[in-house]
């Protein structure tokens, strides 16, 4: 009898995924941070801004993409903002803003922030939108298996994230997600950018997308723009600065919240 009611239990809830996820919303709490990672990572890249978020009530959620295809990532992405209880703000970094562009057409989505990310337009995939623009070194040292893309452990360390400690790079190794080759020539359908109010967070010594791009890229989707001396993961190693910009494009002004205990 217990594993009926176990069965009739989780099939009640998969009909009725949404209403139960979604709790009521708070017209006075702020929106939920929807962060989404980009390639060679998982969501754990977003630990420490998530930390600082949440030491001002605001609460955030970051997606794991399966990095297989933008339609899954968007899927992905989809349920995660389906499930929060009221307005969000979709956040997206490297790859991960191709897929906040598609995905944040959706009328719970009140802003878009963009870290060190692609933005394309309607019709276009990440690889068209980075013609005419520098490659990144690292970009040059990516190995390739089986359709998936991947980074060696020097690449890591030199190009995607020279400003962490080594023994963080090479957790970062160890820990990242390939990415389906064929997910950069995929393009978007729609540009959530033309209809939402963007921020883009610029990182200036990114060895993996250009700064140049990134900074054609933030004035041409009309964004408002923070600019770190930073490299690709900026989300690490200038947290506290990513979530500041976060906080602006979710309309909370940190000194209007008190700033909530932080346990070790």
Do not use: C
Request: negative net charge; aromatic residues 6%; hydrophobic residues 45%.
């Amino acid at each position: 009898m217990f594993r009926t009611s176990l069965l009739a239990t989780a099939l009640a809830l998969a009909g009725v995924a949404s209403p139960v996820l979604a709790a009521p919303a708070d017209a006075e709490a702020p929106p939920t941070v929807i962060l989404v990672h980009g390639a060679f990572a998982d969501g754990s890249s977003w630990n420490k801004v998530i930390a600082t978020l949440q030491a001002w009530h605001v609460p955030a959620i970051a997606v794991q993409n399966p990095l297989s295809s933008l339609e899954d990532d968007v899927a992905a992405t989809r349920r995660a903002i389906a499930a929060a209880p009221g307005k969000v703000v979709l956040v997206g970094h490297s790859w991960g803003g191709t897929v906040i562009t598609e995905a944040g057409d959706d009328p719970k989505v009140q802003s878009l922030v963009y870290v060190a990310a692609f933005a394309p337009d309607r019709g276009q995939s990440s690889a068209q939108q980075g013609e005419g623009f520098p490659v990144g070194p690292g970009l040059s040292r990516l190995q390739e298996k089986d359709g998936y893309l991947w980074l060696p452990a020097d690449a890591v360390a030199e190009d995607f994230a020279p400003d962490l400690m080594k023994k963080t790079a090479a957790l970062l190794y160890s820990t990242q997600v390939p990415l389906k080759a064929s997910a950069l020539g995929e393009a978007v359908t729609t540009a959530a950018w033309r209809n939402k109010p963007s921020w883009y967070v610029i990182s200036r010594d990114d060895r993996m997308l250009s700064p140049q791009l990134q900074a054609a890229t933030a004035r041409r989707i009309g964004a408002q723009v923070q600019s770190l001396g930073a490299s690709h993961v900026s989300l690490l190693s200038r947290p506290a600065q990513v979530a500041d910009t976060i906080l602006e494009a979710a309309g909370v002004k940190p000194a209007e919240l008190p700033l909530a205990e932080q346990g070790g």
